[in-house]
């Protein structure tokens, strides 16, 4: 008869002493050097994701003054500028803020 309540008592068959073969303590270490490394690689990835927005962000801010040059209108070449130039200051902030 099997007691329900022994506090000594292994909740799985896993959890027991002779379940425990030779290599488990270094599969155990290799679980957490590739938890550690997939916390770099995520940090990396999102790094990279922040270079590649400003990428986009600074080729906006050559298109937009590109363009600006197109119009005979001189507010609508103020405009595209001022857009231009609002989004390269913040561009750098940005930058200034990256690692």
């Given amino acids: 008869m099997v007691k329900a309540n022994v506090p000594d008592r ?14 488990y303590a270094a ?5 957490k ?4 490394e997939s916390k770099k ?5 999102r790094h990279s994701n922040d270079y590649l927005l400003l990428t986009v962000m600074f080729a906006s ?4 003054a590109g ?9 609508v070449k103020v405009s595209m500028l001022s857009l231009g130039l609002v989004i390269f200051v913040g ?9």
Avoid: C
């Avoid at 292994?10 to 290599?23: C, S, V």
């Fill in 67 to 75: 363009i600006a040059t197109k119009f005979s209108s001189t507010g």
């Fill in 91 to 99: 561009s750098i902030v940005l930058l200034s803020l990256q690692p």
């Fill in 33 to 36: 050097r590739g938890i550690a």
């Fill in 41 to 45: 690689a995520r940090t990396a990835n």
């Fill in 61 to 64: 801010v050559l298109f937009f």
């Fill in 10 to 23: 292994p909740r799985t068959p896993f959890q027991m002493p002779d379940y425990k073969t030779k290599h």
């Fill in 27 to 31: 599969a155990l270490q290799a679980e």
